[in-house]
């Protein structure tokens, strides 16, 4: 067995292949852990960051979310917990809600699962690219005029796609392997999540 040097990117897509192994082979009574989720969603954060300015405001939510959910996760024990409790309350959609962090959480691992897309799309397909087009995918449906036209405007300050990988402590050959990995893994995650909310009754559109 040959040992690997372990980067950021290693460790999430290990993270969210744990919880997608999980999911596949899950009994009927077992339901996906909060803490165990929000652990995984926390290595996320570094992705964030390393994209500068134009996701900025994307990163900002994504780590004050997942950080209300490591909050909540020492009083629920799963992510079902969470979003019964609120929906007993009407409060599902309420700024604040946990059950509204975890739709802004799925939906930040979901950008990063279209950026890395994109990004391996194409040796020739630049990250500004690569980030515009999963922006306007995933998030700018739900984001309001003036989010949508700050981060438009600070597109141009992304690395360039070397200046990420060396952020990241990666190659071309190596960032792509661990992007698929997390591309295959989150695919289940965030179908699962989604599948949360429609079984209550709740739709997806917010």
Same mark, same amino acid.
């Given at each position: 067995?040959?040992?690997?040097?372990?980067?950021?990117?290693?460790?999430?897509?290990?993270?969210?292949?744990?919880?997608?192994?999980?999911?596949?082979?899950?009994?009927?009574?077992?339901? *996906?852990? /909060?803490?165990?989720?929000?652990?995984?969603?926390? @290595?996320? =954060?570094?992705?964030? !960051?390393?994209?500068?300015? +134009?996701?900025?405001?994307?990163?900002?939510?994504?780590?004050?979310?997942?950080?209300?959910?490591?909050?909540?996760?020492?009083?629920?024990?799963?992510?079902?917990?969470?979003?019964?409790?609120?929906?007993?309350?009407?409060?599902?959609?309420?700024?604040?809600?946990?059950?509204?962090?975890?739709?802004?959480?799925?939906?930040? *691992?979901? /950008?990063?699962?279209?950026?890395?897309?994109?990004? @391996?799309? =194409?040796?020739?397909? !630049?990250?500004?690219?690569? +980030?515009?087009?999963?922006?306007?995918?995933?998030?700018?449906?739900?984001?309001?005029?003036?989010?949508?036209?700050?981060?438009?405007?600070?597109?141009?300050?992304?690395?360039?796609?070397?200046?990420?990988?060396?952020?990241?402590?990666?190659?071309?050959?190596?960032?792509?392997?661990?992007?698929?990995?997390?591309?295959?893994?989150?695919?289940?995650?965030?179908?699962?999540?989604?599948?949360?909310?429609? =079984?209550?009754?709740?739709?997806?559109?917010?």
């Amino acid at each position: 067995m040959t040992m690997t040097t372990k980067t950021p990117l290693s460790a999430i897509a290990q993270a969210f292949e744990e919880l997608s192994e999980f999911l596949g082979c899950q009994m009927k009574d077992e339901e *996906l852990r /909060l803490d165990t989720f929000s652990d995984a969603c926390s @290595l996320v =954060s570094v992705l964030f !960051s390393c994209l500068g300015l +134009a996701f900025k405001f994307a990163e900002m939510e994504y780590v004050a979310k997942v950080r209300d959910l490591v909050e909540a996760s020492k009083r629920f024990a799963t992510l079902e917990n969470v979003l019964d409790l609120d929906v007993a309350n009407g409060t599902v959609k309420k700024r604040g809600s946990q059950s509204r962090n975890l739709r802004r959480v799925r939906q930040g *691992l979901d /950008l990063i699962r279209a950026l890395f897309e994109e990004f @391996l799309s =194409s040796e020739d397909y !630049s990250l500004r690219d690569a +980030a515009s087009t999963a922006y306007a995918q995933v998030c700018a449906p739900y984001h309001t005029w003036a989010v949508r036209t700050a981060v438009s405007a600070g597109m141009h300050t992304l690395p360039t796609r070397e200046q990420l990988l060396l952020k990241l402590n990666e190659t071309d050959h190596t960032a792509e392997k661990k992007m698929r990995r997390y591309i295959e893994a989150s695919r289940p995650v965030i179908a699962y999540i989604d599948k949360l909310y429609i =079984s209550r009754k709740i739709t997806l559109d917010w």
